[in-house]
């Protein structure tokens, strides 16, 4: 797998003031090292915690479980069962979203992020089934991703998924909006968040 590229990640980490989160083509405990000593302040994992479980395990015991992140991308079947898909969607597992979420928390990760391949980019909202499925069986923070379109999606996905944070692309790229309208929108709604000044 093609590695992060470092000098980037390092250059970039120098000018955002925010929890900086990297990943893709993590599969060893030395990327974890390059990628903290580089500006990272998380690292991110999901084919490689899936094919090798024990990552997540050496990692958040050698870095600590704050900075382990498990991302994992899922599909909804036809027959309605839920299945968890790494290799950039490509190739499908037999694990459960919500039982793997339990298993890398069981591990030692430390956040998890979740993305539903069916409404990614389709700003049609987030799958808010799953995602409170999740959030409801985990201690840790949830992060929930795919389909945010509208500010509203935004609340829906802390209001009813119970997610701990909500991640969008599209909606920032291709729309008119920026975080600052967006946490203001989700502030309005009721939901308890930092508005910054």
């Known amino acids: 797998a093609r590695k992060p590229n470092l000098d980037i990640i390092r250059k970039s980490s120098e000018e955002i003031f925010m929890p900086f989160t990297v990943g893709g ?12 000593s580089n500006g990272a302040d998380k690292v991110s994992i999901n084919t490689a ?4 479980p024990e990552l997540i395990t050496e990692s958040s015991e050698k870095y600590g479980s704050q900075c382990v992140v498990v991302s994992m991308d899922y599909k909804r079947e036809i027959k309605g069962d839920y299945f968890v898909w790494i290799n950039c969607g490509r190739e499908r597992t037999n694990l459960n979203p919500v039982d793997w ?7 030692g990760a430390g956040e998890i992020l979740i993305t539903s391949i069916d409404r990614d980019g389709t700003c049609e909202g987030l799958d808010l089934e799953i995602t409170r499925k999740i ?7 949830v992060i929930s ?24 692309g599209t909606f920032f790229c291709f729309k008119d909006q920026n975080p600052m309208q967006t946490r203001s929108h989700i502030k309005n709604a009721g939901v308890l968040i930092r508005i910054h000044t």
């Open 101 to 107: 979420a339990v298993k890398s928390e069981e591990l």
């Open 135 to 141: 959030s409801e069986a985990v201690s840790i923070p």
């Open 145 to 168: 991703s795919g389909g945010c379109g509208f500010a509203r999606h935004f609340s829906e996905g802390f209001l009813i998924g119970k997610a701990d944070a909500v991640s969008a």
């Open 49 to 52: 915690a899936v094919r090798n």
């Open 25 to 36: 083509g993590v599969d060893r405990i030395e990327d974890f090292k390059e990628l903290l």
